[in-house]
């Protein structure tokens, strides 16, 4: 059978089984399997064997469980509750002010917990009601709280780029400080955003009345609620960054940050802990049938002569190299409408690294215009997975269809900020070639 039959019948048989409704992870690994036995017969499952057994070897990949572990130590600390009363009253007084609050915090909560979904379901609990009772425009809310979510992928330290530092073999610490200037870039474009609209449109966006903006000592005394977070930041990026400690290390360091915030805030007990732990270990499995499958179906790809192809094909796109990366670009933007993030990361990502790196593009600058891009298609119609956590905390009277249209304007400045790194790749690359 040709090449082109073979790799016409791979992806359609992925697609197929995908838009059946089955878990992803399963139909790429099952599918692979399936192909390369038929390809190379039964000795091609001892290839596929040995890439996983290097890989669990990795010290690397048990940063993951212990990311995620801190993460559900954290959701439940309390945490979030007296940040946002701290940026009440710092920012209050500002048009716009407490969404512009609300963007810190999920900032904060990125860079601590590594994963989205986080500061949505938190934010959407504590900021969103506040918001709202206070005259804010119901757009400008959801779609605040829709973005910051988004942020825990992009802001070290994050699961995400730890999983594609093993498939593409970046250094994790690299794209760790990669992601941070970015991170800011974003989050000043967004604030920027808000400042600039709630001053043409005032009444999206109030500022708080006198009463409520709080005495210079409360606001000093308010900021007591930001020291665990910055102590938690501090041993996770700070030690990593400081070369004093691996990634891995680092989210021990982290765990322990994230124990010691559950002990001040009085909720450490035998419970927390047996259902974060419960939680850590559903997630962290799943994680690893990822990666099997993301190596089956590597071999799978390259063994029927796919990518030789694919890549002779993507070479035909008008524009040169520019050209390919916008056409990557746009391809992860539309499957991130309709797949979730680490699903399109392992469809594409065998197909899209062996180009960049022969085009001679920087592979960890890819990688964060790649997680940028998963990043958007978390908050994107109709499947992004932040619209739904969001669904289910707000009030019955916000309809899935005032979500989608909020995130619009959020989505095109996120978009901005992607067109700008593309621009300027020194804003990425500065921190890893200066730490590393």
């Known amino acids: 059978m040709s090449t082109e039959i073979l ?21 790429l690994g099952g599918v692979s399997v399936v192909f390369l036995y038929f390809t190379w017969g039964f000795d091609s499952f001892y290839m596929v064997a040995s890439q996983i057994w290097s890989t669990m070897g990795s010290f690397t990949l048990v940063a993951i469980p212990l990311f995620v572990f801190m993460a559900m130590i954290l959701e439940r600390t309390g945490v979030a509750k007296d940040l946002y009363r701290a940026m009440h009253l710092w920012f209050g007084g500002l048009r716009g002010g407490l969404a ?9 909560f990125a860079a601590m917990v590594g994963i989205s979904g986080a500061a949505v379901v938190a934010m959407g609990t504590i900021a969103l009601p506040a918001m ?5 425009d119901r757009s400008m ?3 605040v709280i829709n973005t910051g979510g988004g942020w825990g992928i992009l802001i070290p330290p994050s699961i995400m780029m730890i999983l594609y530092a093993l498939i593409s073999g970046v250094s994790v610490g690299k794209m760790f400080a990669a992601g941070i200037l970015p991170g800011i870039l974003l989050m000043v474009l967004t604030a920027t955003y808000i400042l600039i609209r709630s001053n043409l449109q005032p009444h999206l966006a109030p500022a708080l009345p006198p009463e409520e903006r709080g005495t210079l000592r409360e606001k000093l005394v308010s900021l007591r609620s930001v020291a665990l977070p910055i102590l938690i ?3 996770v990026l700070g030690s990593i960054m400081g070369g004093i400690t691996t990634p891995t290390e680092a989210a021990a360091m982290g765990v322990l940050g994230s124990l010691i915030a559950a002990a001040v805030y009085r909720k450490l007990d035998f419970a927390l802990l047996k ?3 419960i939680r850590t270990f559903k997630l962290s499995g799943m994680i690893m049938w990822i990666l099997f499958a993301a190596h089956a179906f590597s071999a799978a790809y390259q063994s029927m002569g796919a990518q030789g192809m694919i890549e002779g094909f993507i070479t035909q796109i008008p524009g040169g190299p520019w050209g390919i990366i916008i056409a990557m670009m746009l391809i992860t933007f539309i499957l991130g409408m309709v797949l979730d993030p680490v699903g399109i990361m392992l469809i594409t990502l065998p197909v899209f690294l062996p180009i960049v790196e ?7 600058w890819f990688g964060i215009l790649f997680v940028i891009n998963m990043e958007i298609g978390y908050m994107t119609p109709p499947f992004g997975f932040n619209l739904f956590y969001l669904k289910g905390i707000v009030p019955p009277d916000i309809t899935m269809k005032d979500i989608y249209k909020s995130v619009i304007p ?11 790194l593309m621009i300027f790749p020194e804003i990425v690359t500065y921190l890893p070639e200066l730490l590393f």
């Open 358 to 364: 022969s085009l001679g593009f920087d592979p960890v």
């Open 233 to 235: 930041v501090v041993m």
């Open 100 to 108: 512009i609050g609300t963007l810190a915090i999920c900032a904060i």
């Open 141 to 143: 809310c959801l779609g």
């Open 7 to 27: 790799t016409l019948l791979f992806f359609g048989s992925l697609l197929l089984f995908v838009f059946l409704g089955l878990p992803l992870a399963f139909v």
């Open 275 to 277: 259902e974060a732990s």
């Open 410 to 420: 959020f989505v095109i400045v996120e978009i901005i900020g992607l067109v700008l």
């Open 132 to 136: 709202l009772a206070r005259g804010y």
